[in-house]
């Protein structure tokens, strides 16, 4: 009975995203976002279903309006949220890595305090971007294992999705309060 129960609370324990991110920005100023209209380019960085991108934005659209940020259009908005859901191409994942100017030595790896560290990054991940809308560059990058697998229906894909863009986006907002006590 003990193992079970040891079992059932590491599956159900919550993970936390990798991040890494801008030092110098000043992410305690957000208070807006915005996301890439459906005929940006942006879409033709990842080809995806028109039912997972609606799945991905209502969950980054609702995890960022309950921690307080406001929508705008991207062109208004403080910063841009992109995301990637990664698969076995490697094209379409260099593809996107351009389109935000990621660069991993520009960002510093929230856990080991280091740039050269690079965040883990594996097939069946989301990948969240935070881009200044001006020069299209990523200032902040989260990944979490999403691992959906083929048996699983809309409503599992949708608790997945979720599940993990909350803990990415919570990431942000603890950032955020941390650079706020700072000042």
Same mark, same amino acid.
Request: charged share 20%; proline share 3%; hydrophobic share 35%.
């Given at each position: 009975?003990?193992?079970?129960?040891?079992?059932?609370?590491?599956?159900?324990?919550?993970?936390?995203?990798?991040?890494?991110?801008?030092?110098?920005?000043?992410?305690?100023?957000?208070?807006?976002?915005?996301?890439?209209?459906?005929?940006?380019?942006?879409?033709?960085?990842?080809?995806?279903?028109?039912?997972? @991108?609606?799945?991905?934005? #209502?969950? /980054?659209?609702?995890?960022?309006? &309950?921690?307080?940020?406001?929508? $705008?259009? %991207? =062109?208004?908005?403080?910063?841009?949220?992109?995301?990637?859901?990664?698969?076995?191409?490697?094209?379409?994942?260099?593809?996107?890595?351009?389109?935000?100017?990621?660069?991993?030595?520009?960002?510093?790896?929230?856990?080991?305090?280091?740039?050269?560290?690079?965040?883990?990054?594996?097939?069946?991940?989301?990948?969240?971007?935070?881009?200044?809308?001006?020069?299209?560059?990523?200032?902040? @990058?989260?990944?979490?294992? #999403?691992? /959906?697998?083929?048996?699983?229906? &809309?409503?599992?894909?949708?608790? $997945?999705? %979720? =599940?993990?863009?909350?803990?990415?986006?919570?990431?942000?907002?603890?950032?955020?309060?941390?650079?706020?006590?700072?000042?």
């Amino acid at each position: 009975m003990l193992l079970l129960t040891i079992l059932l609370c590491s599956c159900s324990s919550t993970k936390t995203a990798a991040i890494k991110y801008q030092p110098i920005f000043d992410f305690s100023a957000l208070k807006s976002y915005g996301l890439y209209q459906r005929e940006h380019k942006f879409s033709d960085w990842q080809p995806l279903s028109d039912g997972m @991108r609606n799945s991905i934005e #209502l969950a /980054i659209e609702k995890s960022m309006d &309950s921690q307080g940020y406001l929508l $705008k259009d %991207s =062109s208004q908005a403080d910063v841009v949220v992109t995301y990637y859901l990664v698969k076995q191409n490697n094209h379409t994942f260099i593809q996107y890595n351009n389109g935000v100017n990621y660069c991993s030595y520009c960002l510093v790896h929230s856990e080991k305090g280091s740039r050269k560290e690079r965040l883990m990054i594996y097939p069946g991940s989301l990948i969240i971007d935070i881009v200044k809308p001006k020069s299209r560059r990523s200032i902040w @990058r989260a990944t979490y294992p #999403l691992k /959906i697998k083929d048996k699983d229906n &809309s409503l599992d894909i949708n608790t $997945k999705i %979720s =599940s993990a863009v909350d803990s990415m986006l919570q990431q942000l907002t603890i950032m955020k309060q941390a650079q706020g006590k700072r000042a």
